[in-house]
Structures are given as C-alpha cells and as structure tokens.
C-alpha cells in the first residue's frame, strides 16, 4: 500500500484546521499565553512550530532547499489567530507543492542519507511525510491540552 498524495494533504489539512479552531476557542487574548510559566508553550508557538515543521522536513530535508529555520525562536513567537491562520494557509499550500514534488521524484540523494531518524531505518519518501503528519498529530494534542489548561479557569 502506498500513501497518496491526496491523503497526505488532507490529513495534514485537517490536523492543521483543528490547530486554527483551538487557536480560535482561545482567541487573541489567550493564545500567546503560556499555561504554566515561562518553560511552556503557547499555542501560537506551537502552530507556528507546526509550520516551521512542515517547511523544514518536506522543503529542506526532503526537496533540498536551503533552511535558515529557527527552531528554537518559533516558541518565541506571538501571532493573533487571523494572523495563525494566515501562516497556516501558507503553510499548507507549500506542503502541498512539496508533497507532489516528492512524490513526481525531485528528493535529494544527499538529503535521503540523513533520514536514518526515521522509524526503522525507513528513509522512503512516504516516510517522510508520515514523519511530519506524526508531529503535526502530536503538535495538535499539545495545543488542545494547552487550551484545557488555559480555559479550565
């Protein structure tokens, strides 16, 4: 079996358009705040991760494109929900760009060569993209734990 672009996209889709809706369940007042001091993440942070996520492994480690990301300064980072929803859209068609790219064949040999983070070994194209749906997932349930912890008041 193999994974097809179409259920890659709108896996991914939908993971990012439950990160928006817990985003807007908090609204600009509340989603850059952090629920439990200074060493945890606000949703913001973590939706913009998400999009750094996507960029990096698909753009950079998978098609080769240079990277100048930030991992660490994307927790950093403040956004309103209009503005979340923009970097997600943004995101999204970059990933889709990408997911066909890889999949017409455009994947670096260099850049395969340093997949061996991937489960079992597997340095396949369809890994790859498993691998960034997997921390979109989690990325998620991160976001909505941050949101009961924040609206549980």
């Known amino acids: 079996m193999e994974l097809s672009d179409d259920t890659a996209i709108r896996y991914a889709r939908h993971t990012f358009s439950q990160l928006t809706a817990v ?22 942070a973590i939706i913009l991760h998400c999009c750094g996520v996507t960029e990096f492994w698909l753009g950079h480690v998978g098609l080769g494109r240079a990277s100048e990301r930030d991992r660490e300064g994307e927790f950093a980072k403040t956004a309103t929900v209009a503005e979340l929803r923009v970097a997600v859209e943004t995101a999204l068609a970059q990933l889709e760009d990408d997911i066909r790219a890889i999949r017409a064949g455009t ?37 909505e734990l941050t949101a009961d912890v924040l609206l549980q008041d």
């Open 23 to 44: 985003a807007a369940r908090l609204g600009d007042e509340r989603v850059n705040e952090r629920p439990v001091g200074p060493h945890t993440n606000t949703v913001a």
């Open 107 to 143: 994947t670096t040999s260099e850049f395969a060569a340093g997949r061996q983070f991937l489960l079992d070994e597997d340095r396949s194209d369809a890994s790859l993209v498993i691998h960034v749906l997997e921390e979109l997932f989690q990325h998620l349930g991160h976001a």
